[in-house]
Structure formats: structure tokens, C-alpha cells
DNA sequence: TGGGCAAATTTGGGCGTCAATGGAATCTTC
DNA sequence: GAAGATTCCATTGACGCCCAAATTTGCCCA
């Protein structure tokens, strides 16, 4: 079984602001009925997964310089913007005014995958991210060629895999 | 057994949205029952194999810097604009929503081996792109015989079409 | 070399189960 | 008792699994 979450889908909300957990991204949670959330830094959108997305965040901090502007901060926001929400017994959960305001979320939610976590975004807003994310991943890896070589000279296989 | 994905074929999309894997590709891919694809960056197509395919864009990203914008963006990409796919008793998938926009495929999927994985393509688009992959590893290959002056080693081509 | 049979592959459907969604009923909290 | 939350149940449509028909491919033998 996959142990990450992969995938994006985009799921209603309903009149009672609850939303259906894609139901390939539950079996990764680990069926606790518990959810973590934490606001993106740089996006508006909300990180969520299991208790590991937390933890995960503390190793982040200690790797950091505790007495520098940068270590305030994000303990601040990673103690402060997070959240753990329950997840009912047909693996829906109840939005949050906080998530609601970080993300512009209203009658959709965008559900993405990013591997050991997933991403909640406002379905519009995920859909313009992702394209910019597209095109500059697509700049990064030609100007990588440029250093490497050629598109088509460069496309050997190798057996293994 | 060959242990690479060659060759291409054209197979039809039934009313239920279902294509069969050329069946050559179905030992490659290990009888998992599943299948991993990823949107190409710079192409109308889809890239898809077993596992190894997202893995090796996850040992990519392992080398890089987890707080850079280029890490960001890459796992952002490789991670949303993946799936996986259940392979039925027949060696089926279902087409997503998200495959179909990416690639503009309808009724009809081209199937191109790549060595270590495979693309889907919208038929036409397919040819209109290997048209064009010849004509400029041909001119390349002039390029090159240019600068050297030798000739060019056995470089065999595909039988293709 | 060609015909024809056998096997494998591709394609088409039926149907039960599960996921996504909507809503009612029961609880909790203040 | 009111507002919000949790549990339970119903509906609809998508998907998984099974089996069958139609093609295609491979192989044997004359």
C-alpha cells in the first residue's frame, strides 16, 4: 500500500461546512480519526496529516538557531496555526472559520497531494499556483540542460529502475 | 523477459473510460495491480510505471535544499501531479479528469515506451511530437558531424511506426 | 508459402460495493 | 433552550470485479 499521499481531487462542502477526506488519502492518515492542520507559511493554503506533520515541523525548528527572529516566528506559527480536527465516520471534517479566513476556502476544497502531507487550497487559487508551479519547474529543468547537455541526447535509459 | 518499456501502440477508450495496457508493458510493470503516473512538465502527456517512477523524483528532491522555492515547487509538482492508478483483472485503468486535461486524450490513448516508464498521449499530438523529436535529432546529429568531422557510430533507429 | 486453428489481447457490459454528499436525529455546551 | 457538533442513515453515481464477445497474433502443418 502507498504510504504517502499523491493526487489532488477537489471535494464540496456542505451546508454544515464539512468536506469528504479523499478516500485515497485516509488509509495514509492511518484511520485515527484525528486530522492535523497547520497553516502554509508562503500560501494560502493548510498543511494537514498525521501527527507526524507536527513533529515533522519541531525537527524543522530544532535545526534552527533558537535565539534568531526566524525561530520566534515559526514556533510561533507552528504552535499557533495549527489544529487538530475529528474526522467522522464517513472520514469528513468540519472547517474551521481559521481555515476558512488563511485560504479564501468557501464551497470547495482543492485536496493536494505533497507526500508525507497533503494541502487544503481554494480550488481556483490551487489550479493558478499550480500552474506557475509547473512553469517554473519547467525553467528550472531547462536551464539544468543548458548546463547538461542536450534535450534528446540526455533521454538514455538504464536498465534497472 | 524484457525489463523495459519499448514501442508504442494505440488503444481505445471504452464508455466507462477505460484503456488496456498494451499488454507488452504488463510484465514491465511488475503485476502490481497499480500504476504510478506523473504529468509531464513539458509535454501534453503522461509518464507512468511502477513505484520506481515517483521515487526517483523523490531522490531527486532528497538532494536538495528542503527549504529552497525550487524544493518547494519540485514536490509540489512531483507529488500533486501524480497518481495512482488501479490495473483491473484485464489490465485496465480508468482515464482521471486530471489525465484527460493534461493530455487532451478522448476516445483514443497512444501508449509510447520510454525505457523505464511510458507516456500517454493524445494520438495526433503524439505524432505531431515525434515528427518533430526527428527532425531535430537529425539535425543535431548534423551538428554534431559538423563539429567533429567523423562520422556518426551505429545509432540505430527505432522501428516505430 | 498459405490456410486455419489455438491462444492471447483488446473491448464491451452486468452488477455489487464503496465513496461522496445530503440530511435527520441525538448530544454537548453554555 | 439554542447553536454547534457527533452519530446514524439514505441517495446517487463511480469504481472494482467478473464474465463474455470480438479481434489480433502466433503457431502448426499441409
Not at 29 to 54: F, M, S
Amino acid at each position: 500500500m502507498m504510504d504517502r499521499f499523491l493526487s489532488n481531487a477537489i471535494n464540496k462542502v456542505d451546508k454544515k461546512g464539512r468536506v469528504s477526506i479523499p478516500a485515497s488519502f485516509r488509509p495514509v492518515l492511518g484511520d485515527q480519526g484525528r486530522l492535523y492542520t497547520l497553516a502554509a507559511i508562503d500560501q494560502p493554503a493548510i498543511e494537514a496529516g498525521g501527527p507526524q506533520l507536527v513533529e515533522r515541523g519541531e525537527q524543522q525548528l530544532a535545526q534552527m538557531d533558537p535565539f534568531s527572529t526566524e525561530y520566534e516566528l515559526y514556533s510561533f506559527v507552528l504552535h499557533g496555526d495549527s489544529d487538530h480536527l475529528n474526522v467522522d465516520g464517513e472520514g469528513r471534517i468540519i472547517l474551521t472559520d481559521n481555515i476558512r479566513e488563511h485560504t479564501g476556502i468557501d464551497d470547495k476544497v482543492a485536496f493536494v497531494g505533497r507526500g508525507y502531507f497533503f494541502q487544503m487550497w481554494e480550488p481556483e487559487r490551487f489550479k493558478a499556483y499550480r500552474e506557475e508551479a509547473r512553469e517554473k519547474v519547467a525553467e528550472m529543468r531547462r536551464n539544468r540542460q543548458a548546463m547538461t547537455g542536450g534535450k534528446f541526447s540526455a533521454d538514455k535509459e538504464q536498465g534497472g529502475g
